[in-house]
């Protein structure tokens, strides 16, 4: 039985919780939302899905506080949180623990890594899950098709496989690399694809993927990332970029990307992180993004607007 604290408990975080929680591990699950905490504290954590249907019983907090050191840090939150949470982590890290950033988009690790130790960090990407939350203590996912983990710096191979088994033992498939970023760029070209053109048109992925326009939009946010990609000399083994990104995306068409989950629920979302990396990593590069550029107009427009009415 391994320690493990999820900071950043929302709907991705408590899918992780939920099946560690299962597999016995103590599991603290850290999120900034009272009535979440609260809920899980006093009916248990409840996720359905892919993986099932069970409630597990499981300590939710709003902070981390009083939880001590931990083998395992899993920071699942949203990229503009990052900093944040770990600093919040101090006191759960000892000599021999992992600690793993999960985000979307670009970037979170080199900010957790200007408080975090940067051979304790794992990089981790995972895909293919359509979490959402149903109501507090209450999460429901449509897959469990991608996790991935390799090292930020100099963490030890050993820690990198013992952080892997955990996941293993909770029923995730793990794969680990050392080109990490082979490995954020085979998810982010994913992201870069349905998370800007979900949240503009409202739409899950297979009704983007079957609207000729609003898939032309899509497909257009992705091959500017792919062409970012190669101009950056990335690694992308995954066959044709696109079939592959429609492959996983017929998987979960029922899925909502989290950026429109945030929009629906009138939260701030990842759009500089995500479809915002491409145009800034293109200009130096020469490489053209003018329809990730218009989609990120269009996003940040929005939720400034939806900010500002409260």
């Known amino acids: 039985m391994a320690k493990v604290a999820i900071v950043g408990c929302g709907a991705m ?56 050191i931990c083998d395992l840090v899993i920071v699942a939150t949203k990229a503009f949180d990052v900093e944040a949470a770990a600093k919040s982590c101090a006191l759960l890290i000892g000599q021999h623990t992992v600690v793993q950033t999960i985000q979307n988009g670009l970037g979170s690790p080199e900010i957790a890594a200007t408080v975090i130790d940067p051979d304790r960090i794992a990089i981790g990407v995972v895909g293919g899950f359509g979490a959402s939350m149903r109501g507090p203590g209450h ?7 991608m996790i991935r983990f390799g090292a930020f710096a100099g963490l030890p191979t050993q820690a990198l496989q013992a952080s892997a088994k955990i996941w293993e033992s909770a029923g ?21 694809t349905f998370s800007g053109s979900c949240c503009t048109t409202g739409l899950t992925i297979g009704e983007v993927m079957a609207d000729p326009d609003a898939w032309r939009v899509a497909r257009g946010c992705a091959e500017e990332a792919i062409a970012v990609a190669m101009a950056s000399g990335i690694t992308l083994d995954v066959g044709d970029p696109i079939e592959h990104i429609r492959k996983l995306g017929g998987k979960i068409p029922d899925a909502r990307p989290s950026m429109l989950l945030d929009w629906n629920a009138k939260r701030r979302c990842e759009i500089d992180a995500i479809n915002g990396s491409i145009p800034r990593l293109g200009k130096p ?26």
């Open 285 to 310: 590069l020469g490489v053209p993004t003018p329809v990730n550029d218009t989609v990120v107009g269009i996003v940040k427009a929005r939720e400034r607007a939806m900010l500002l009415q409260g």
């Open 139 to 145: 999460v429901h996912h449509n897959g469990m098709e």
């Open 172 to 192: 995730f498939k793990v794969a680990l690399f050392t080109d990490v970023k082979q490995m954020v760029w085979e998810k982010l070209i994913m992201n870069v």
């Open 13 to 68: 975080g408590s899918v992780y919780a939920a099946l560690m929680v299962d597999a016995g591990h103590e599991v603290h699950a850290v999120t900034l939302w009272p009535d979440h905490a609260a809920a899980m504290d006093k009916n248990g954590l409840r996720c359905e899905g892919k993986s099932g249907d069970r409630t597990v019983p499981i300590h939710g907090t709003t902070t981390t506080d009083g939880i001590g």
